[in-house]
């Protein structure tokens, strides 16, 4: 009698809370590109390649947040992913050592550590004695957010390489490091990109991280040593400005990003499901 | 390989942001001067950027407003060329940038601050300091006391608690406004005091909100009811803010125009101390100005500077740039912000002559 | 040991270090502070930002108590949502439309959180400023609701936001392990004649030890968030049990407040002291939730 009422309570409560879980993605999406995509076209091309508008004067560009987004991406990657990687490697051939076990469980860890400490530090160490905000500074702090999650992905796509593979490759008398990198990457490549790509589309989006190591550069397209905007962080200092074009400014960014963002992530998850967290 | 095709496809914009830099010709070699500070002067420092730019396409100037405290935060670490900061720096401030160097500062333009709020059918408020003090130090709670309703007889006063909007950083315009309050009240000077930074009581009484610069601080004003704010003239008039009829020190209510805000200086006999001794100056000499047509919120907003720079290019940028300021710029000046008078333009120049 | 082993051993000394030199570094800042005030830091609600350096005292206490007001509200929002969903994936939907309902769940847990931050400013802070005042008219008496406050910048804002957050992540891991029940156990249970609400029930008790660690780790996602979390909780120094009432969480604090910290003398070191609790709460967490699902897994 109660058991049919708790029964449908339940198969109700299950059906909209599932719903209530995922209206949020749907109404963000929506609501960005709603907003975004009428500011896009009234900019045309020149909101991809010129600078900041002033206050309250039409929409400009946001070419220097674009060009810092890709550039930052571009050194926090060729700063992390070597390391992640080889890293990721360590820990899968050599699951026992106790070096091993302590880096697996530290990169879980760092896998949601709050972002804004890693850019505090990384403004101890970096900023100040250098003196100025940078491109690099930044990318440092980003390449050790992209860390975990690529030295996750390798490590699982490596020990999910077949035993065989590799007993074969040492059977005809390879050394360990021609193993791994000839024979075992070869068959575990697609988990390593995928963890790769899951690095760059979550730094990508990152802001915190920047706030104290980027500064911020809304004209100009400084080099590796000078400040640098970039998309996320335009997003955080226009919304707190009063000006509406400022505003509507930040809608277009954000549905570039948010573009940007789908365009790597989507096709990637739909590709590649066996290799999960 | 999908690797080598992001790493390329990254490489794309590089090369296409290196490419559309410089405009035909030769490579003009471009210098990037950066300035952080004051969210008072930068609307005036975004407008002159655009104009100086115009003419001078081999210099960029970035300022990014992060209120007074933090443009000095960044000066002190030397993360930027120049700071802009409404109060002039203190000794002992100054006797720390001395540590590091041969600090330059000098006032560049005329601000004002306006009492500015968001009371729906009252079109005119006119306040006295007094009044003004209580409401910032939570002693008066609702906009229809008896102390706002004896200035204003005829004002259709709501009943409602007022929300009292302050700013959340460390602010030279917080400074100005709580130094005025500290003059016009000795219980607001007791309770609460000046400073760039100060800890509002409406905040433990449930009335008080933060905003980021004066950007965030109208950014609320907009969307909170019954509230009231301090934030730079130029906002105010920008964003079409009602602003309060202030009572000078001769009694009459004014509003902040160019008249008020010049009445003011020229009755005030100003002082400004040379460029390397910057802390000489007094915050204070403008506020509560005599006159009878006087605003009595005014204050300078200033720049700090170092006399030397590592790199010569941005020495020579930095000095091209204030001196285009201080001349040129008075042609370009924007609603809310009032040049400066030409004797003390003159031992400014001489002080970014030195520049090297 | 093989030179391959002696090649890699500094890649990962170093992935060690730097967790280490991060710790280093906030200590070692946070000293002055802890030196200076004692643990009145973390008890008293009192910001003092003098430019008279004897003056200057900073208390902890309101961002401490917006941090954990925030993430536990989030994880209560969170963690019947996350199981809903987690079963919902496993059970209710036929297999090929699963992967469509595990697709936007990823989506969501790696979104760019700024854009969670933009959608709150505009969407959501406004919703619940409407709704917010409505509350204090019939229910004022309740401590929850007794907040006057229709900006709506406050704790429910923000929490509702981090709720939105971090159910991919709880949603994830619950639904991984509920889907690796053993088939048998799922069998038994039906033959035995129970409904749906009762099935599920007992699977789920099988991976309590999960959805704690689901929860252990959502949380740790809540205390670490920022930007979103920086634009609607208010930042202001309160400390008010109601749902509207707006506060501070530590990362906002450090978000807002770094800008300036040098300006003051003591500023910079108070802040890293806040960094330094955060660090602290994040890392127990972590380390709880990464253990229990350590042990689990072996189970």
Redesign the interface.
């Known amino acids: 009698m109660f058991r049919k009422l708790k029964e449908t309570l339940f198969i109700a409560y299950v059906c909209i809370f599932s719903i209530i879980a995922l209206l949020p993605l749907v109404h963000i999406v929506f609501t960005v590109f709603a907003n975004g995509i009428p500011v896009i076209f009234r900019g045309g091309t020149e909101f991809l390649t010129q600078s900041l508008a002033s206050p309250g004067k039409g929409l400009g560009g946001i070419f220097p947040a674009i060009f810092g987004t890709f550039l930052l991406v571009f050194l926090s990657s060729l700063i992390g992913i070597p390391i992640a990687i080889l890293a990721g490697t360590f820990i899968a051939e050599y699951p026992t050592s106790a070096l091993s076990k302590s880096v697996r469980a530290l990169l879980t860890i760092m896998l949601e550590f709050p972002t804004i400490l890693v850019g505090l530090f990384v403004m101890a160490i970096l900023v100040i004695p250098m003196g100025s905000f940078s491109a690099i500074a930044a990318s440092l702090a980003l390449a050790i957010v992209m860390l975990p999650y690529v030295a996750t992905y390798t490590e699982q796509a490596l020990r999910n390489v077949p035993q065989h593979y590799k007993e074969g490759a040492y059977a005809l008398g390879l050394r360990k490091a021609r193993v791994v990198f000839s024979v075992s990457m070869r068959i575990a490549r697609k988990g390593v990109v995928t963890g790769l790509l899951i690095g760059v589309a979550k730094v990508s989006g990152e802001t915190a991280p920047l706030i104290f190591t980027a500064g911020n550069a809304w004209r100009s397209v400084g080099g590796v040593f000078e400040p640098v905007g970039a998309i996320p962080l335009w997003i955080y200092y226009l919304v707190q400005q009063p000006y509406a074009n400022y505003h509507e400014i930040a809608w277009g960014s954000a549905a570039v990003l948010l573009t940007l963002f789908l365009v790597i992530f989507i096709p990637l998850r739909v590709l590649t499901r066996e290799v999960r967290v | 390989m999908r690797k080598w095709a992001l790493v390329l496809l990254a490489l794309v914009p590089l090369l296409a942001g290196c490419a559309t830099q410089p405009s035909g010709e030769k490579e003009v070699k471009k210098v990037n001067v950066y300035g952080s500070g004051a969210s008072f002067p930068a609307p005036q420092i975004y407008a002159w950027i655009s104009e100086f730019e115009k003419q001078r396409k081999d210099i960029t100037v970035e300022y990014t407003s992060k209120g007074s405290g933090a443009g000095i935060n960044d000066f002190k670490l030397k993360l930027v060329h120049f700071a802009c900061s409404d109060p002039p720096a203190k000794e002992s401030e100054w006797r720390e940038f001395e540590k590091l160097g041969k600090p330059l500062q000098f006032p560049f333009i005329v601000g004002a601050v306006a009492v500015v709020y968001n009371v729906p059918g009252v079109g005119e408020l006119r306040l006295d300091g007094e009044t003004l003090a209580k409401i910032f130090a939570g002693d008066i709670e609702f906009w229809d006391d008896n102390a706002i309703k004896a200035l204003n007889p005829d004002a259709r006063l709501p009943h409602e608690k007022i929300i009292v909007i302050h700013r959340s950083d460390s602010s030279g315009t917080t400074e100005i406004f709580t130094n005025y309050l500290s003059i016009v009240s000795e219980d607001f000077k007791q309770k609460v005091g000046a400073g760039k930074l100060v800890e509002w009581p409406v905040d433990k009484l449930g009335r008080g909100y933060g905003g980021k610069g004066n950007e965030g601080v109208s950014a609320m004003l907009k969307q909170t009811m019954y509230s009231i704010a301090y934030v730079e003239l130029a906002y105010a008039l920008h964003e079409k803010f009602p602003i309060v009829s202030l009572k000078n020190k001769a009694g009459k209510f004014v509003q902040p125009t160019d008249e008020t805000i010049s009445s003011a200086i020229v009755a005030t006999k100003a002082f400004v101390p040379d460029p390397r001794e910057g802390y000489k100056e007094d915050l204070k000499q403008f506020l509560n100005a005599p006159g009878e047509n006087s605003y009595p919120i005014v204050a300078f907003s200033h720049v700090l500077l170092w006399e030397g720079y590592e790199d010569k290019e941005v020495a020579r940028a930095v000095k091209d740039f204030w001196k285009w300021v201080l001349t040129d710029g008075k042609k370009y000046m924007l609603k809310g912000y009032v040049a400066l008078p030409d004797e003390i333009v003159k031992s400014a120049l001489d002080a970014i002559e030195k520049i090297s | 040991m093989?030179?391959?082993?002696l090649?890699?051993?500094p890649?990962?000394?170093?992935?060690?270090g730097?967790?280490m030199?991060?710790l280093l570094?906030?200590a070692v800042?946070s000293a002055e502070t802890l030196a200076r005030q004692g643990i009145e830091t973390f008890t008293s609600n009192?910001?003092?930002?003098?430019?008279i350096p004897e003056e200057e005292f900073y208390g902890l206490l309101a961002a401490i108590y917006g941090t954990l007001y925030t993430s536990i509200l989030a994880l209560i929002l969170a963690l019947?949502?996350?199981i809903?969903?987690a079963?919902?994936?496993i059970d209710?939907v036929p297999q090929k439309a699963k992967?469509a309902?595990?697709?936007?769940?990823?989506?969501?847990a790696?979104?760019?959180?700024?854009?969670?931050?933009?959608?709150g400013?505009?969407?959501l802070a406004?919703l619940v400023?409407n709704f917010a005042p409505i509350f204090y008219e019939k229910l004022s008496f309740v401590p929850l609701f007794s907040?006057?406050?229709?900006?709506?910048?406050s704790y429910l804002t923000a929490s509702i936001l981090l709720a939105?957050m971090v159910?991919p992540?709880a949603?994830a891991i619950i639904r991984?392990a509920y889907r690796t029940i053993p088939a048998t156990y799922r069998e038994a249970v039906y033959s035995l004649g129970l409904?749906?609400?009762?099935a599920?029930k007992v699977l789920l008790s099988f991976i309590k030890p999960s959805i704690l660690a689901g929860s252990l780790?959502a949380f740790?996602?809540a205390?670490?968030?920022?930007?979103a979390v920086s634009?609607v909780v208010?930042?202001?120094?309160?400390i008010?049990p109601s749902f509207f009432?707006?506060g501070y969480t530590i990362?906002s604090l450090?978000?807002?407040?770094?800008?300036?910290?040098?300006?003051?003398r003591y500023m910079p070191s108070a802040l890293?002291c806040a960094?330094l609790v955060?660090?602290l709460i994040?890392?127990l967490v972590?380390?709880a939730g990464?253990l229990l699902l350590r042990r689990w897994r072996h189970v």
């Open positions: 093989d030179r391959f082993k090649l890699l051993l890649v990962c000394g170093t992935v060690l730097i967790l030199l991060m570094v906030f800042n009192v910001w003092i930002a003098s430019e019947p949502t996350s809903a969903l079963v919902f994936t209710f992967e309902l595990v697709i936007p769940v990823d989506i969501m790696g979104l760019p959180t700024v854009l969670y931050g933009l959608w400013l505009f969407v406004p400023g907040y006057y406050n229709f900006t709506g910048f939105i159910t992540f949603t991984e409904t749906r609400y009762e599920t780790l740790g996602r205390v670490g968030e920022t930007v634009l208010g930042n202001t120094f309160n008010h009432a707006p990362s450090l978000a807002n407040q770094f800008g300036n910290a040098f300006v003051y890293f960094g955060l660090f994040g890392l972590n380390i990464v």
